[in-house]
């Protein structure tokens, strides 16, 4: 009987390590790896390199800006100037059929009524925004992360404890059958015993299926191969006593950054509206070369400079600046609704998730004072039953009450950290990132 244990016990852990390399992991390396491979995760850092870039684009304006025109054409006709005095007549050439030309063109902004300087402003909460969704996905990727590590730590405690109920049940059995052969137990005991211990059986093949898809969707989060194995290195310490306070959502929250910078660009989208009721203004200066350029009667190369400034001021009588700045404007209260919205609904989700984290405490502590109790239970009925006193029936029920009652504080130990892992996420708590 022992060596069909051993056995068993070996053909377990071959299949639980039957599908290659095994990864020893913690919730840190997870993490990075997790990162590491979200390829939402590097969609969102693309877009925010790019609105920095953005930010560089709109600071150029405020440089001056040169143009360089060159060009060379050729007439088959040049004009002339004809003038006829009486008797007398003159004829001048006015232009030749080559002319060779190159502008030089330098324009510096002096005044555009806050053109500029708000589209800076907008690009900088723009890239505030996108920023603020970079940590955002973020946070997404590590709650989804710390959520499958602790559903395999789960896992991993549900085999031990099946194994263990397998262990019992086997030990029963050979019990049985100790006193069967003595004369103290009938045939339908063994049945129940061998029934019991078939079971048993199944619930630990059934714990290392379970086990198996959580590492699979764990690798898959990870990006790791799918025929590798993954070893669970962290120690989960008992849950502690929660704090009655009330949970606090950090200001720094990245749902409510992203729902601010919305409320500023938009703040800069009205002010860049007003601006096209000013002039642009600016200084230009230019640098002319070509032939015949600016003396058309002398066919030579010439050059001159030119300095002076430029002044537009365009109106629209539809009224256009009126109504694209009242667009702004609701957009801006939208926006500010917006984030009135995402911070009541955070303030009342981590309330709500806060009150399950103090229930799931308690749980917690009722299934340890449970399991205690059955495993007390499980030892007394275990020595009634050798002797004589109790049956075997009623033993495995009291096993199978253990072992209920270990698979319930298991399941209660990691509910706990599973919502207090979601009330991390929901008030932006730095501590979603650390160890269990």
Do not use: C
């Not at 395999?152 to 019992?168: K, N, P």
């Not at 052969?181 to 078939?198: H, N, P, Y």
């Not at 002319?288 to 400034?309: C, E, L, Q």
């Amino acid at each position: 009987m022992k060596n069909k244990i051993i056995i068993f016990i070996l053909l377990l852990f071959f299949l639980r390590g039957s599908y290659g390399y095994t990864r020893d992991l913690t919730l840190e390396k997870a993490i990075t790896l997790a990162t590491e491979h979200s390829y939402q995760l590097k969609k969102v850092r693309a877009e925010y390199d790019a609105s920095v870039s953005m930010i560089s684009a709109a600071k150029a304006e405020r440089y001056p800006t040169i143009s360089l025109l060159g060009m060379i054409n050729y007439k088959n006709e040049a004009p002339a100037l004809d003038i006829n005095l009486g008797d007398l007549s003159i004829s001048r050439q006015f232009g030749f059929k080559e002319n060779y030309q190159t502008d030089l063109r330098l324009s510096i902004p002096i005044f555009t009524g806050g053109k500029i300087s708000n589209s800076i402003e907008m690009a900088n909460t723009s890239s505030k925004y996108s920023r603020a969704i970079e940590s955002a996905t973020t946070d997404e990727i590590v709650y989804l992360t710390r959520t499958e590590y602790l559903n395999l730590f789960l896992s991993e405690r549900q085999i031990d404890i099946a194994q263990s109920s397998y262990e019992r049940a086997n030990l029963i059995k050979h019990d049985v059958s100790s006193l069967y052969d003595a004369g103290a137990a009938d045939s339908l005991d063994l049945i129940e015993a061998e029934l019991a211990l078939v079971q048993a059986e199944l619930v630990v093949k059934s714990a290392i299926n379970n086990n198996r898809q959580s590492e699979l969707r764990l690798l898959t989060l990870l990006g790791l191969d799918l025929n590798e194995n993954i070893s669970i290195t962290d120690n989960l310490s008992s849950p502690e006593t929660m704090s009655f306070h009330p949970p606090f959502v950090n200001s720094n929250k990245a749902e409510l950054l992203a729902a601010q910078s919305l409320i500023d660009f938009n703040q800069y989208m009205i002010k860049l509206k007003q601006s096209d009721y000013y002039p642009n203004l600016s200084v230009v200066g230019g640098y002319s070369y070509g032939k015949p350029n600016i003396d058309p009667f002398h066919d030579r190369f010439n050059d001159y400079f030119t300095v002076g400034a430029n002044l537009s001021w365009t109106f629209n009588l539809g009224g256009k600046t009126s109504s694209v700045k009242n667009n702004a404007k609701l957009s801006l209260m939208a926006s500010q609704h917006n984030y009135e919205s995402i911070n009541e609904n955070l303030h009342k989700q981590a309330s709500v998730i806060h009150s399950q984290l103090l229930f799931a405490y308690e749980n917690y502590i009722s299934s340890l004072q449970k399991q205690k109790l059955a495993a007390d239970n499980y030892r007394l009925s275990k020595i009634k039953h050798n002797n004589g006193v109790l049956s075997t029936n009623r033993l495995l029920d009291i096993e199978t009450a253990l072992t209920e009652a270990e698979s319930s504080l298991a399941s209660s130990e990691i509910q706990f950290y599973l919502i207090q892992s979601q009330l991390y996420y929901i008030t932006g708590d730095p501590k979603l990132k650390e160890a269990i």
